[in-house]
């Protein structure tokens, strides 16, 4: 996934994050997320009044998300059926890992 979506959204969400190293987190039933070096971020969604401080684990899934769903609506749009097939995968691959996330509930509030 495009390194500038992550800079993006996690600009955006992560106004007090300085940087620093990020772990790619492998799925058991395939897909992944991306998460930072850390132990809690404060993130911000304007768009739905999100205000909460999460774990790394939770932020990255929440960012992960974001950039899946940009880049699965991107290529919908373009007409692209493999790469459209793809990322809806990889989103339910993501949804069923949020669903037993212990912070599912931040996530989904993020998300919403």
Request: one cysteine or more; a neutral charge; aromatic letters at 14%.
């Amino acid at each position: 996934m495009p390194k500038r979506l992550y800079t993006r959204w996690r600009k955006k969400m992560m106004p007090e994050y300085e940087g620093g190293f990020w772990h790619f987190i492998r799925l058991p039933d395939g897909g992944g997320y991306m998460m930072p070096d850390g132990d809690r971020f404060h993130m911000v969604n304007g768009a739905n009044w999100f205000d909460r401080t999460v774990s790394a684990d939770a932020a990255g899934v929440i960012l992960t998300s974001l950039v899946i769903n940009r880049q699965l609506w991107l290529y919908h749009d373009s007409g692209d059926a493999g790469l459209t097939q793809l990322y809806r995968m990889r989103d339910a691959q993501l949804w069923r890992h949020i669903e037993f996330h212990p912070e599912c509930n931040a996530i989904y509030a993020a998300l919403d």
